[in-house]
């Protein structure tokens, strides 16, 4: 069975940095495209980023390219989600989901950014606040 667990959400001030976990189990990060999403209170969900399978390639929407890094190791199955200059927009509740996608790494990560995925872990929470 698929599964993905969040973890390392805190509080942090402005321009500070965050290091995001998706523990995953039941699959390889060699086959499936990750996805990292956040939503923030009174928005919908939307994505953050997203690394592909096998190469590794990674995507970043634009409100974060420049300040968040995605990779990941495939030994200890977790993908990172490295967040730094902070902002309070980028307070939100913070989930990782992927799927096995074929395909070039953007054609993946496209698919994966846009999926309806039928269910959520409990995701990690992000404040950024002084």
């Known amino acids: 069975q698929v599964h993905f667990v969040e973890s390392g959400g805190d509080l942090v001030q402005p321009g500070g940095s965050l290091r995001l976990f998706c523990s995953v189990s039941g699959f390889s990060l060699d086959d499936y495209a990750i996805g990292w999403f956040r939503q923030a209170p009174g928005k919908e969900r939307e994505s953050v980023g997203c690394i592909a399978s096998r190469d590794g390639d990674v995507y970043y929407s634009e409100s974060v390219k420049g300040r968040f890094t995605i990779d990941r190791d495939k030994t200890k199955n977790t993908v990172f989600l490295q967040m730094d200059n902070l902002r309070p927009e980028d307070t939100g509740v913070y989930y990782c989901?992927?799927?096995?996608?074929?395909?070039?790494?953007?054609?993946?990560?496209?698919?994966?950014?846009?999926?309806?995925?039928?269910?959520w872990g409990p995701g990690t929470r992000v404040t950024v606040s002084s």
């Open positions: 989901q992927g799927d096995q996608v074929t395909g070039l790494p953007l054609t993946q990560c496209l698919v994966v950014s846009t999926q309806d995925f039928d269910s």
